[in-house]
């Protein structure tokens, strides 16, 4: 499984970015997937998560409302929309999957996934 991501770049506090992940390797569409960010000095981090159907999200506290997990299965890739960025956004984002097919089940541990992306840095001047 290779994930590829992308998107990642400079912004000034309060635009927008939109990260992309397109994966390879196996049937796309069975998995959940995951974006992570990890800043300079600390761990990595849960961001946001999406059933292999789509039909179930889960976001952090400090996300929520501000960034938005889609993926197009058709194209193999999810999405994170990034909108109000602030400076503590800056990190390097990861996506990540896993091998557990059609689980519904959302999962927030780093540990839990299997498969990651080379990351994408992010970066919000204030």
């Known amino acids: 499984v290779q994930l590829q991501a992308s998107g990642g770049g400079l912004v000034q506090a309060g635009g927008s970015l939109r990260l992309s992940c397109t994966a390879s390797?196996?049937?796309?569409?069975?998995?959940?997937m995951a974006w992570f960010r990890q800043a300079p000095g600390k761990e990595r981090e849960f961001v946001a998560a999406m059933s292999w159907n789509g039909r179930t999200t889960y976001y952090a506290d400090s996300v929520k409302g501000r960034f938005t997990i889609s993926r197009d299965n058709a194209e193999n890739t999810v999405y994170l929309q990034m909108n109000s960025l602030k400076p503590e956004d800056t990190a390097v984002y990861y996506c990540?999957?896993?091998?557990?097919?059609?689980?519904?089940?959302?999962?927030?541990?780093?540990?839990?996934?299997?498969?990651w992306g080379q990351g994408t840095q992010v970066t919000v001047s204030s």
């Open positions: 390797g196996r049937t796309f569409s069975r998995y959940k």
């Open positions: 990540a999957t896993d091998r557990r097919e059609f689980e519904q089940r959302l999962r927030d541990r780093a540990y839990e996934y299997d498969y």
